[in-house]
């Protein structure tokens, strides 16, 4: 399988190329040349395998450069019931994604188990493993250079902790984390882990990662890298679960199944879109934002129009809380029958402050063909929806997971099962929840007592200039 940039500038890629890198050269997003596909009899074979198993037989068919013996051994020492211990029943641990019945066609499946309680430890886990392996046999090292105000920041380092040839810098806006988020982040010990605490706010911190990365001579001298939410690999690993979940939740394999994904940049349910692709039969694939509702407005009306910060909202569900979503370029390019050069310059408009608006043909395309669905929700709605979960079904679901269930409620069908993805545990969403149901949030064993853990952080100024010293000083070219 070789890769293709959606803006058609690009000559094919190996995986192994394209997996340390960000956009491609021409500016647009890596895209395999072609899905790969299964059967009916295919999946029912499928359907049988654990989860290292399956992921293995999705993810081998998008890489052609690593043996498979060494692709397989670094699946199965991802996906384990060790590192995705920590959801709501540990004996479901080796699951790996359990899925909750609410009722009969009702269903969340579980994608926060692993070590930062939200769904990106599922493909980050995966892309440290990856990152070493492809480091170690080129020769070369990274350092990730990173702005978080949260679970990005956190799901990397957990997943790059004493990777070997890696490096990760995080900064992240002083006091503005919670105490859990900060306690996650702040307790690793690793030596290959810096955490940055910037005396400003994550504008600020997303600034001086953008200044550095201008500096062309520094970049490559210092080989600063990036593992942000456009990254191939992130999706690929993503489309596992997909098949994962469809498989708990059918009947019986070739049923149609539904899916609602809480969304921001598009990650997730992109690989959604790429599962069904493949051949596995999802009917609808429901897009939840919470106010900040451009993907909303964009299913609803097929105008796609990013705004700028101060159109931004602080909500609730903050790792929604997105001006554009960068994957959104990736499904795009399939509705426009992979014209690379419409794609490109759809996205020209958008890069100059516009957007765009597709064919009304598209657009019935888009929500018939390819079956997205959108909804959105307030912060009253996710007050309302965390309550109704825990008095009908005794479960507690997160601020982002009650977005998805509010969207899912507005578009299951009758016999049809709808899968809604979690995305975050609870326990990382005190206020709110307490808000909701009264009560703090369940918190998994292994991580209670974590604010009491000693913490390892160094405080710099807002400075682009002090960043960059600092990096200089501890990376050993
Ligand atoms: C990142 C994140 C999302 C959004 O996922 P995308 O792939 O960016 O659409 C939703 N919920 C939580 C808890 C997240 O951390």
Redesign the pocket.
Known sequence: MKYISTRGGVAAQQFSDILLGGLMADGGLSIPESYPQFSTEQLAEMAKLSYPDLAFAVIRHFVDDIPADDLKALIAKTYTAAVYCNGRNPADADQITPIIKLDDTLVIQEL?NGPTL???DMAMQLLGNLFEYVLAAKGEQVNILGATS???GSAAEYAMRGKKGVNVFMLSPFGKMSPFQRAQMFSLQDENIYNLSVHGFFDACQDIVKDVNKDAAYKAKYKIGAVN?INWGRIVAQVVYYFKGYFAAAKNVGDVVDFC??????????AGHIARQMGLPIGQLVVATNENDVLDEFFKTGGYHPRGLDRTYETS?P??D?TK?S?LERFVFDLVGRDASKLAAMWKSVETGGGFEISPTEFAQMRDEYGFKSEASTHEDRVVNIREVFEKFSVQI?P?TADGYKAAKAHRRNDVVMVIME??LPA?FETTMVEALNQPPARPAGLVGLEDLPQRFDAIEADAAKVKAYLAERIAL
């Open positions: 926060s939200a769904f990106k949260g679970d990005t939410s994904v809480p969304s921001g940049n598009f990650g997730n349910i992109c569900s790792s929604m997105i979503a994957n997160d982002h995305t975050a990382k």
